[in-house]
Structures are given as structure tokens and as C-alpha cells.
């Protein structure tokens, strides 16, 4: 668990104990195209390998410090370039799709859970999927999962002030329920998750268990009976059971039924194959529950070291909303609150690390040599904590969000075909749930420090407790918060 930052990376690469480096460029190009470095680890790529196991985001922050912008490294037998630029990546997932592929090996430890799903794919059954998946999750559709959301959110904060004048919020209990609840309701027009605690813990332990075995050179079998698989059979058996037990009711209900989720959406479109239906909604749980609750944790992390952004988000709530609770389309009218969830993704993208790509065939990314079977590796947390691309970019600044960042060097969500499909959810809850909360309450603060755990999403490195003060008399009462 660490902090990270960096200040003038992009300079030119170090030499290490462990490695070999060759300064390259890309021969055929002008003057201006990038010097890249060739690190050659000494034990096969191993050490990578396990630096890469032990912290992914350490190690994509060090693999830069080290060997700068254009490293290309060796992780077990496979080359890997990290590709840290916004005009390289933009060229990647814009332009060069066609070159490259999400890489097989990866989407197969995932497929232990989602088997065979068809978003996660490729080719036309992932386009047909996909496409799919967005006319469920369109705008229209989720006006209706706002208003729940808002109810529920609403609910939760009242019930936590009747029992205390000032609660102390575990923050990601919190942010963990709101986002299941909404996520299951959104995909599955559920009421209520049955059995929550369980199936959130299984959800969590899936995601430790995917990162470890994404960045092992082998894993032992499902059938042996090591600890690890134990837990990822348990951890697979709750959440598949649990996703195929709402199917059913909801097949039960056939034609007639009124809803026009992602589920009724997928029922239609595969045709009530149950097990495909499952792969496909199993699949949109894993993908957006933990970004979503993870990212909201951070937010209120943010607001309670940083009393002047929360006055200036509540005063902003007040002269739009008047008291009222916002709806999708107030979202619109709320720049400071749009800003302020653009922030916190910037300062933790909670997708740290995007799927790495394999190229089919050789081709020129923005002036990298790429060869065949290379992977090429992308982190958002890079770009976004880079003082080349945003400045000061450790301080939580909403406002540099006036200006529209560089192409290709801000994407919590990714780009390009295969960008995130849950972006507009995701955005609408986080930005909901943040403004019926500090409609209500004022977030104290947080003294510590929080570190970043890199798995396979960005969590907080340790549990954050944070007291909220009613909104009135925390100004009246509280001298640490009188305004100004
Ligand atoms: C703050 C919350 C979220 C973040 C930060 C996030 C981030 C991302 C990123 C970066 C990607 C692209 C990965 C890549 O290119 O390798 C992605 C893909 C995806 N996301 Fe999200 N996501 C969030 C919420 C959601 C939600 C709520 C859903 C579902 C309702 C969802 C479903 C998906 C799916 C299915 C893909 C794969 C798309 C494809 O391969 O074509 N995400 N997400």
C-alpha cells in the first residue's frame, strides 16, 4: 500500500540494479519521434512478473519513474509495452483497435466467472451484445433507477441521523449498499438483493482472486483443493446462484412482463437461454459494482478533507435544487457536482489499469515500433497524476474540469469501442448519491491520509470512518466547520 506521485517522470530513463537497459527509436521516423527504452530484466522477466503481483499500480508507477515514458518491458516471456501518453493512447484505442486484441489469457482467468459471456468478447457477438446492454442502460431508462436511488439514498441517510445526531460512517459499507442496491435494480429491476452480505463479501473476494491469478505464470487448477480455490469456488457459487435465482423469477414472469432493464433486454435478445443470460449479467456485476461503490468511497473521502469544495457543492445544490432531490436531468444543471465527480475520478480511477492488448500484427503506435504478440499496457492513474498533463496533480481541483483535459489523458471509463458501457450509470449514481448526501449532512473530516490498494480496482488501503454532521447544525454548532 503506497502513495504515488510524480513529478518530472517523463525525463529520461534510470538504470537499475535488476535490469538492462537500451535506449531505442523508432527507426523510418522523423526527429520527433519517441525514444523508447528496452528493459531487459535479468531472471526471464520474472521480477516484473512478482512486483507486479505483490502491487500492479507500484509497479506501473515505478516501470515509468525508472525507464520514462516509453518502456518496453519483459514480464515472464511476454514483451509488454507501457503506454503512457495521450497521443500513443489515443492511437491505441481510437485508431489501432483493429490491430490489437484484449489479451486471451486474462479474459480467460476472468471467464471462470462469466464463462463464455458475450461482452467480453470479440467480434460481431460482442458488438451485438454491447449494443444491447446501451440501449438498456440508455438515459431515458435510468430516469426511472435515479428516483429509487434518490428514495433509497434519501432513506438511509434519515435512518442514520434518528439514531445518531452525528453518525460515523463506515464509508464503503455505505457506499458498497447503495451501489449493490442500485446496481442490481438497474440490471435486474430488483427490489431488494437477497442475502447482501454474503454476496458482496463473494464479489470482493472475486476481485482479489482475479488480480492474483491474472499475474501468476500458472494457476493450479479449480479442482485442486488449495485455500484459494476453495474460496474462488465459494466466491463464484454465491454470486452465479445468485444472479441465475433472479433470472428464473424474472423468466417466470415471461412477456407480460412490464420492465425494461438490461435483464428483459437480455431475456429478448439471447432468446431466454438462461446460462447465456447469466454470463451476461454476472459479467456487468463484476465489471461495475466494485468501480462504482470504490469510487464513491473516494468522493466522501475527498469532501471531508476539503471543507471549501463541499460548501461551495452545497451552495451550488441549494440555488438549483431549492431542497428538492435531484433527478437525471438536474444532473445537467449541476456543473460544480459534474466537475467534482470528474475530479475524483481523475485522482482515483478506480479502473487503474485497463485490459492489456495484444497486437495481431506489427504496426507504428504514434511512433512505437509494436511487433506482433507484444502486449501493450495502459494505466489511467499514469496519466492522470501526471504533472505534464494536469497541474498539481495530486490536489483535488474540481475546477480544472472547465477546460476539457487532452485527448487520450483522462479515461476513468477508457475510450474507443470497447470503453465502458456502464459510464452514464455509474456517473448518474455517484453524482446522485454525493448530492443527497451533502443536501442533508456535512462530511467531517478526514486527517489520515488514505493509501491506495491497487487490486483489481482502486480501493482504499484501509477502512475510512468519517462522522456527518447534520447540515444546520454542523454550521451552527461545530466551530471547526463555521463557513469561512
Ligand atoms: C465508476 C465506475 C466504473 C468505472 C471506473 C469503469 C471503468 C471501466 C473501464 C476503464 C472500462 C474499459 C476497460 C478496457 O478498455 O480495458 C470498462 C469496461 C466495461 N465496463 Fe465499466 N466502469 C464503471 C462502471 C460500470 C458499470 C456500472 C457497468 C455496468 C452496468 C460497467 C460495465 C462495463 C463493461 C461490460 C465493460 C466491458 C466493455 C467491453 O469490453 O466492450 N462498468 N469499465
Not at 75 to 101: D, F, K, S, Y
Not at 332 to 356: D, I, M
Not at 460 to 476: H, L, N, T, Y
Amino acid at each position: 500500500m503506497t502513495y504515488y506521485s510524480f513529478k518530472d517522470s517523463w525525463a529520461k530513463p534510470l538504470r537499475c540494479a535488476n535490469a538492462e537497459v537500451e535506449i531505442g527509436e523508432a527507426s523510418g521516423h522523423s526527429a520527433s519521434s519517441p525514444e523508447f527504452a528496452i528493459v531487459r530484466s535479468k531472471f526471464g522477466g520474472l521480477s516484473h512478473l512478482a512486483h507486479m503481483r505483490r502491487d500492479p499500480l507500484d509497479f506501473f508507477c515505478s516501470m515509468r519513474d525508472h525507464y520514462g515514458e516509453n518502456p518496453r518491458l519483459n514480464i515472464g516471456h511476454h514483451r509488454m509495452w507501457l503506454v503512457t501518453t495521450p497521443p500513443q493512447i489515443n492511437a491505441l484505442l481510437m485508431r489501432n483497435e483493429c490491430n490489437v486484441e484484449r489479451f486471451q489469457p486474462a479474459l480467460r482467468v476472468m471467464s471462470q466467472w462469466f464463462h463464455d459471456s458475450a461482452l467480453l468478447g470479440e467480434g460481431a457477438r460482442a458488438k451485438s451484445s454491447r449494443r444491447q446492454a446501451l440501449a438498456a442502460l440508455a438515459k431515458d431508462r435510468l430516469s426511472e433507477n435515479a428516483k429509487i436511488l434518490r428514495e433509497r439514498t434519501m432513506a438511509a441517510v434519515e435512518s442514520m441521523l434518528a439514531t445518531d445526531t452525528a453518525p460515523s460512517v463506515d464509508l464503503e459499507h455505505f457506499c458498497r449498499i447503495q451501489t449493490l442496491q442500485n446496481v442490481t435494480h438497474a440490471l435486474m429491476g430488483v427490489e431488494e438483493t437477497l442475502n447482501q452480505g454474503p454476496f458482496v463479501e463473494a464479489v470482493y473476494q472475486s476481485s482479489e482472486i482475479i488480480v492474483q491469478e491474472l499475474t501468476s505464470l500458472a494457476t493450479l487448477p479449480t479442482i485442486i483443493p488449495t485455500p484459494r480455490n476453495f474460496r474462488k469456488r465459494r466466491a463464484i457459487k454465491i454470486i452465479r446462484e445468485h444472479v441465475a435465482r433472479i433470472v428464473e423469477l424474472r423468466m417466470a414472469i415471461g412477456a407480460n412482463d412490464p420492465r425494461q432493464d438490461v435483464l428483459s433486454a437480455m431475456i429478448f435478445h439471447l432468446k431466454g437461454d438462461k446460462r447465456k443470460i447469466c454470463n451476461e449479467i454476472v459479467t456487468l456485476i463484476i465489471a461495475g459494482f466494485e468501480p462504482t461503490a470504490t469510487a464513491l468511497t473516494w468522493a466522501f473521502y475527498l469532501m471531508g478533507r476539503d471543507r471549501e469544495a463541499v460548501i461551495s457543492l452545497q451552495d451550488e445544490l441549494d440555488d438549483v435544487l431549492a431542497g428538492r432531490p435531484p433527478d437525471l436531468d438536474d444532473l445537467e444543471k449541476l456543473p460544480r457536482l459534474r466537475r467534482s465527480v470528474h475530479e475524483v475520478l481523475r485522482l482515483y480511477p478506480t479502473a487503474y489499469s485497463l485490459f492489456p492488448r495484444q497486437a495481431w500484427c506489427d504496426f507504428d503506435l504514434a511512433g512505437l515500433p509494436i511487433k506482433r504478440g507484444e502486449l501493450l499496457q495502459i494505466s489511467p492513474y499514469l496519466t492522470h497524476r501526471s504533472e505534464r498533463w494536469f497541474h498539481n496533480p495530486d490536489q483535488f481541483v474540481p475546477d480544472r474540469f472547465r477546460v476539457e483535459p487532452i485527448a487520450g489523458s483522462y479515461l476513468p471509463f477508457g475510450a474507443g469501442s470497447r470503453g465502458c458501457i456502464g459510464q452514464r450509470a455509474a456517473f448518474m449514481e455517484i453524482a446522485v448519491v454525493i448530492a443527497i448526501v451533502l443536501q442533508r449532512v456535512v462530511p467531517g473530516p478526514v486527517e489520515e491520509e488514505v493509501p491506495v490498494n491497487a487490486r483489481f480496482f482502486l480501493r482504499p488501503g484501509a477502512s475510512i470512518r468519517q462522522q456527518w454532521f447534520p447540515r444546520e447544525a454542523a454550521r451552527a454548532e461545530t466551530p471547526r466547520f463555521a463557513a469561512g
